[in-house]
């Protein structure tokens, strides 16, 4: 399983940006697709994930601003943010959990991480 993340960048105090992160390989149909972000000297955070039925979860800093959406026919996952805050500043690295029709998680994939860079 590869993971290809796109759409980081630089972007002002108030901005959006649109993040995407196509699988390609052997996806289960059963997974979990997310972004996660990590900044020097700390520990990767979870920001929001998306089941393949469209459930979703965020991490309670990011609810209201960003919105985690999936596209199965393309196993891409996107994250839309807005309002974005100089304290978004990351690494955003998306993620895909496979998992058994069970729900047994046996597979962890990560992409190659893309830089947004919030300027106040």
């Known amino acids: 399983v590869q993971l290809q993340a796109s759409g980081g960048g630089v972007v002002q105090a108030g901005g959006s940006l649109r993040l995407a992160c196509a699988a390609s390989g052997s996806i289960n149909s059963n997974n979990l697709m997310g972004w996660y972000r990590q900044t020097p000297g700390k520990q990767r955070e979870l920001v929001a994930r998306?089941?393949?039925?469209?459930?979703?979860h965020y991490e309670d800093s990011m609810k209201g601003r960003f919105t985690i959406s999936r596209d199965n026919a393309k196993n891409t996952v996107y994250l839309q943010m807005n309002s974005l805050k100089p304290e978004d500043t990351a690494v955003y690295y998306c993620n895909l959990e496979q998992r058994t029709r069970w729900g047994i998680p046996v597979g962890d994939y990560w992409g190659q991480g893309t830089l947004v860079t919030v300027s106040s």
């Open positions: 998306i089941s393949v039925e469209g459930s979703t």
